[in-house]
């Protein structure tokens, strides 16, 4: 990076701003379609057109492909990092908006800033005045203020956080009815603390409201929904992975339409099909990457490229991700965490992470003596099958709950955790009671060591674990013990609430170290959006 | 196309010959609608839009004819005729139907009456990629009396045992008592991998099958196979737990896999790989999820053939195969349709007396001073003075003429019963005469030419 100290702060601060406000996938299209429509009405107005042609050359170059009618969002934001010292990039928010930790000098740059603000508020001015724009600078300009207010930014927040907003909920549905999906209801009772969120019961599935041979979804796709709703195929990986499996059937039972391009036509057809999955449990973030990177590549194939040639390259770069980042990224990491395992360890797990099992594993094949210690949490107690698995493999193992951690980490000498996500400010996103494992692991001084693939690296920021998370259903914390089941009529008590959790954020200060691949082997948790930098420029 | 729908209506009811010896069974009036017309307006309300039909030439021109198969059904029906001897099977059918079947498959019996929300049984089949998934319901005792029926009715020595696991929709056993000679022995393989397991006998079959595609390639090699219910689902489900589709190693797959394709001609096995299948495995690898908890082994115990059931406690579940059923499917099917009782085209005089439950056919005739309850009466019948009609089913045509007492009875189509005849619990065949004054009491009434040779 060429940047120099001055521009290094208000740099940081649009990626974190960009990544707050650039939330899930699908509504970024409506954000576009949104914005079309508002220059559409500016159109009348004078601008600059020198001004406005600058900044469409300065957009233009760092694109690599022919900018067509609607340019997919996940192309210009991986364009956007490395441009974002030329472009006009939207830094008008005021610092005090950005949640960043103060680390930055930001205070004694402020005449910069403010010049660089002037300059910007300028520029965009006049660029709202082109008409019909493509969707890179719909997509650039996302982040920007509305025409009118130049001063204070309104930040579009995703739709899943703003469940307690009626206006967010009726775009939802008519986004939904346009796509011919089904929206899901919101089931019981909601804890006023999380009434920002959704919550779905299991016993209401999606597909009730489905036809039976469906036809506006792929079979593989209401197939995929339903393991996702019921929980069969869970866990960060696993998501991904038959995600991916899903797209590649859907790929191979593709036909262009007559009159249609591929390369945009095809993501067209996704967009029902992740809205679907959308409704039927919340995407995670690295299903988030897996669909922006098969977007990209879909619209990356050239115009002139045959259909069976097309489909089977996309089958192919599916392949290759699937390889590159999920199994081999699993082999490097498990290489760098096996270095870090002695003879005569105690390893604390909590739940059951894929990655951190595979570990554990490889470990034991190289002849490492260690035994393990297995925490676990209802309702989910996926430590029965971390358990089941490494003990299969001949580990000895150890297995308690949750709240006997800290009568258990005395004994402990390391932690190792999966995570679901590492988000841009270094918290660590993982199943909820990680951070709480990782807390009591600080106060016995114990090392946490996370593992986590890069793909599962996400621009969004977070610090705590209310603004953003999954409510699962609730009636899944209900237990019958002995034929009684005392909460059976727990929504007919007005005062009470049950909260089913999902996930939590551990802060960086309770991580030690993050191993991850891309040949990284293990860094320091605040150094997420670094790697994060540098992924988007070599792509 | 993720799913095919076929109903199976060549079936001749076997156990209600009174009944359908003129009228094939899949027409049989319920409510006033043919009775594979409710099947059907299953599958169209779920969402289909093509059934294959599979039945006999003379249901197919019955079929064209009936006013409201040609109106209410706007699915497209691809009827298959096979013959009438009745020595074909419903496997037998699926053989027949081969070429057509593109996808999984979704068997049905014109006989089912049901509300069922089919999804549930449609879930199972997606959810666990399961190769069979059917519905059961449990038995409901018919309390209405039989007509002919002379004395109590046999407890069922046909039971049915079906046992299912601790969630209960597992289903890991089904036998016959018919084939349990010296008592129900359960294999060890099937203990050892579900130790709980609950038997059921008060279930009733619906006959609703989801069946994958392999199931039905299996039939056309496999061809000794002839009934879906009485073969091919029992050999389904313990195949479940055969020591060869058993493959707790994931790790050989891939020379196991190439070793069944080889072996699936000679063991008629039942390989349900799909193109995919290293990625499928990956992802349920990584998954944390088991659909039991306690032993070693992994999510379904590695096997690859599973077999799910649906068991309804609440809700209507009928087939229609015996007389005990069909009586108390026309007293409960108009239910689950918003239908006005009265036909509009009907004429009825006001000094009739009709109860809420009964139910007028179209272009009906119906005079004064009659009583009508409880009764379900059918098309372009004629009910003349003073008659009374209690808990009984009258088909289309009928004549019911002055002063007759009519109570739980059945009378089929164009009969005509004569005047001041009194008939109880009586069940009077197509087109038979009753002569007036007749007093019947607990007969059935048919032609002699219907009468078995002895």
């Known amino acids: 990076m060429a940047d120099s100290g001055v521009t290094e702060g208000p740099d940081k601060k649009e990626e974190i701003d960009r990544a707050k406000s650039e939330g899930k996938e699908l509504t970024k299209e409506e954000k576009q379609r949104l914005r079309k429509e508002k220059k559409q009405q500016k159109k009348n107005k004078e601008k600059k057109d020198d001004k406005a042609s600058q900044e469409s050359e300065k957009e233009k170059k760092p694109l690599s492909s022919p900018p067509p009618a609607s340019q997919p969002p996940p192309q210009s934001t991986t364009q956007k990092a490395p441009s974002a010292v030329p472009a006009p990039a939207p830094v008008s928010v005021p610092a005090s908006e950005a949640p960043v930790p103060a680390d930055k000098p930001a205070k004694s740059k402020a005449e910069l800033k403010a010049e660089r603000r002037a300059r910007q508020e300028a520029e965009r001015a006049s660029k709202q005045g082109k008409k019909g724009e493509t969707g890179q600078q719909a997509a650039t300009s996302k982040q920007k203020a509305p025409p009118n207010e130049l001063q204070p930014v309104v930040k579009r927040l995703p739709e899943h956080i703003q469940v307690d907003n009626p206006d967010v909920l009726k775009k939802l549905a008519k986004k939904l009815e346009r796509q011919q999906i089904p929206l899901r209801m919101d089931y019981g009772y909601k804890v006023s603390l999380f009434s920002h969120l959704h919550q779905y019961s299991r016993k209401a599935p999606l597909t009730q409201q489905v036809s039976i041979p469906s036809t506006v979804i792929h079979p593989a796709v209401v197939r995929l929904g339903l393991q996702y709703s019921q929980g069969i195929v869970t866990g960060s990986n696993a998501r991904s992975v038959a995600l991916l499996h899903a797209f590649k059937q859907v790929i191979r039972d593709y036909t262009t339409p007559p009159n249609e391009e591929l390369s945009r036509d095809l993501v067209n057809k996704l967009k029902p099909y992740i809205s679907f999955l959308n409704q039927c449990r919340p995407l995670s973030a690295s299903m988030g990457n897996a669909i922006k990177y098969i977007k990209k590549e879909i619209s990356n194939i050239p115009s002139q490229c045959k259909e069976e040639e097309a489909k089977s390259k996309l089958l192919n770069c599916i392949e290759c991700y699937i390889n590159e980042k999920i199994i081999l990224a699993a082999k490097a990491i498990a290489k760098s965490a096996i270095e870090k395992i002695s003879d005569g360890d105690v390893i604390l797990i909590y739940g059951c992470s894929s990655l951190v099992n595979h570990i554990l594993c490889e470990a034991f094949e190289k002849s490492r003596k260690f035994r393990v210690i297995v925490v676990d949490s209802r309702p989910r107690l996926e430590g029965r099958e971390a358990l089941r698995r490494l003990v299969q493999k001949g580990i000895s193992c150890t297995y308690v709950l949750i709240s006997a951690v800290s009568y258990v980490l005395p004994e402990v000498s390391k932690v190792f955790l999966g995570a679901h996500a590492l988000l841009a400010n270094g918290y660590v996103m993982s199943r909820v009671g990680t951070s709480q494992i990782a807390l009591v692991a600080k106060a016995f001084n114990v090392p946490v060591l996370v593992c986590c693939e890069t793909y599962k690296f996400c621009e969004r920021v977070q610090t705590d674990s209310f603004v953003s998370n999954e409510l699962d259903d609730p009636d899944d914390l209900i237990v019958t013990r002995k034929g009684k089941t005392h909460l059976k009529d727990w929504q007919e008590v007005p005062s009470l609430g049950l909260l089913n959790l999902v996930y939590d954020v551990t802060p960086p200060d309770f991580v030690d170290l993050v191993i991850t691949d891309l040949g990284l082997g293990m860094i320091p948790c605040t150094s997420v959006p670094v790697v994060l930098r540098v992924k988007n420029v070599d792509q | ?454």
């Not at chain 2, 009174?18 to 049989?28: E, G, H, Q, V």
């Not at chain 2, 130790?195 to 008060?202: A, F, N, S, V």
């Not at chain 2, 992994?298 to 015996?322: F, P, S, W």
């Open chain 2, 1 to 454: 196309m993720e799913l095919q729908a076929v109903l199976m209506a060549a079936g001749g009811g076997s156990r209600m010959t009174d009944l359908t010896y003129n009228t094939p069974k899949p027409m049989l009036p319920v409510g006033n609608k043919p009775l594979m017309w409710y099947p059907l307006n299953l599958l169209e309300r779920v969402g289909f839009e093509e059934v294959i039909v599979i039945t006999t030439k003379e249901v197919q021109k019955m079929m064209s004819t009936d006013p409201k198969m040609k109106v209410d059904v706007k699915m497209k029906l691809d009827v298959v005729c096979i013959q009438e001897d009745g020595d074909m099977g419903t496997a037998d059918a699926l053989r027949h139907i081969q070429q057509k079947i593109k996808t999984d498959i979704l068997v049905m019996s014109c006989d089912l009456i049901t509300d069922v929300a089919l999804h549930e049984v449609v879930d199972l089949f997606r959810a666990h990629n399961a190769t069979l998934a059917m519905l059961m319901s449990k038995a409901h005792e018919f309390t209405e009396t039989v007509p002919g029926q002379k004395g109590k009715k046999k407890t069922a020595e046909q039971r049915d045992f079906v046992g299912v696991d601790q969630s209960g929709k597992r289903l890991l056993f089904m036998a016959n008592e018919a084939d349990l000679e010296d008592g129900l022995s359960v294999r060890k393989s099937i203990m050892r991998k579900h130790p709980r397991m609950h038997i059921k006998t008060g279930l009733v079959d619906a006959h609703l099958y989801c069946l994958k595609k392999a199931v039905v390639d299996f039939l056309t090699e496999n061809k000794s196979i002839s009934s879906i219910r009485g073969e091919l689902v029992p050999y389904l489900v313990r195949k479940q737990f055969s020591k060869t589709t058993d493959s707790p190693k994931m790790k050989d797959d891939a020379e196991d896999q190439t070793q069944k394709k080889n072996d699936s001609s000679t063991n008629h096995e039942l390989l349900i790989s799909s193109r995919d299948e290293p990625l499928l495995q990956l992802a349920q690898e990584r998954s944390c999820w088991n659909d039991h908890h306690g032993d070693m082994s992994e999510a379904y115990h590695g096997g690859k053939l599973r077999c799910y059931v649906h068991i309804m406690d609440q809700g209507l579940c009928y087939r229609v195969n015996t007389l005990a059923a069909f009586i108390e499917a026309n007293r409960l099917a108009p239910k689950l349709f918003e239908e006005p009782a009265v036909h509009p085209s009907a004429v009825i005089s006001e000094r009739c007396q009709m109860g809420s439950d009964s139910i007028i056919g179209a272009l009906c005739q119906v005079a004064d001073k009659t009583s009508i309850k409880r009764s379900t009466i059918g098309n372009s019948t004629t009910v003349k003075e003073k008659v009374k009609v209690t808990n009984s089913i009258i088909m289309h045509g009928v004549t019911i003429e002055e002063g007759c007492n009519i109570q739980g009875s059945v009378i089929c189509s164009n009969a005509v019963i004569g005047r001041g005849a009194d008939l109880k619990y009586c069940l009077v065949g197509n087109g038979q005469r009753i002569e007036p004054e007749a007093e019947r009491t607990n007969e059935v009434i048919v032609g002699t030419d219907q009468l078995m040779e002895i």
